[in-house]
T-cell receptor, first 111, second 115 residues
Framework: AQSVTQLDSQVPVFEEAPVELRCNYSSSVSVYLFWYVQYPNQGLQLLLK??????LVKGINGFEAEFNKSQTSFHLRKPSVHISDTAEYFCAVNNDYKLSFGAGTTVTVRA | DTGVSQDPRHKITKRGQNVTFRCDPISEHNRLYWYRQTLGQGPEFLTY????????KSRLLSDRFSAERPKGSFSTLEIQRTEQGDSAMYLCASSEGLAGSDTQYFGPGTRLTVL
């Protein structure tokens, strides 16, 4: 079965600084990869997804991710974060019909 | 389109009681999924429906858990004889098509606390 590993459990960052959240996946076949964000006491919202084609994927709220097949990675980046980006971020891989999630990365943005 | 809705948002119950959660997917979405999320972890797959048919159940879903999706619309998840280990956030999601690439849209979740 496919799985993902999020390498950082917590990432503190100052406002307007860049942030990178790391995600590695394991799979021997083609994959569909997703990044979701979860704000406190809310469900998950899709930030972006990689299906095929260009390895640089742009999402909502200024986020982007790069798919790297040789390194089996799908890292999420934002060049300048805002206080409102404080949330938990989940990387996920699609196992046929169901999603397998990483343990999540908590991003705390400080002024 | 109002998104995926779940009811109730919070449920506190005593050990041994039965609880039922409801999920209303986005209209016309064929697939409906249930996940469970415990503190500090990512969501874990429980089960999913394609229209009214329940196509797979995770090993996480013990015999005390049952899910239905009558008429392929809303879904219910029932937990019988709740245990403290059932305390978690229960998330529902739906997707429009049948492809693995389809986006799953999540509801706000039902937070269950078993005392």
């Amino acid at each position: 079965a496919q799985s993902v590993t999020q390498l950082d459990s917590q990432v503190p960052v100052f406002e307007e600084a860049p942030v990178e959240l790391r995600c590695n996946y394991s799979s021997s076949v083609s994959v569909y990869l997703f990044w979701y964000v979860q704000y406190p006491n809310q469900g998950l919202q899709l930030l972006l997804k990689y299906l095929s084609g260009s390895t640089l994927v742009k999402g909502i709220n200024g986020f982007e991710a790069e798919f790297n097949k040789s390194q089996t990675s799908f890292h999420l980046r934002k060049p300048s974060v805002h206080i409102s980006d404080t949330a938990e971020y989940f990387c996920a891989v699609n196992n046929d019909y169901k999603l397998s999630f990483g343990a999540g990365t908590t991003v705390t943005v400080r002024a | 389109d109002t998104g995926v809705s779940q009811d109730p948002r919070h449920k506190i119950t005593k050990r041994g009681q039965n609880v039922t959660f409801r999920c209303d997917p986005i209209s016309e979405h064929n697939r409906l999924y249930w996940y469970r999320q415990t503190l500090g972890q990512g969501p874990e797959f429980l089960t999913y429906f394609q229209n009214e048919a329940q196509l797979e159940k995770s090993r996480l879903l013990s015999d005390r858990f049952s899910a239905e999706r009558p008429k392929g619309s809303f879904s219910t998840l029932e937990i019988q004889r709740t245990e403290q280990g059932d305390s978690a956030m229960y998330l529902c999601a739906s997707s429009e098509g049948l492809a693995g690439s389809d986006t799953q849209y999540f509801g706000p979740g039902t937070r269950l606390t078993v005392l």
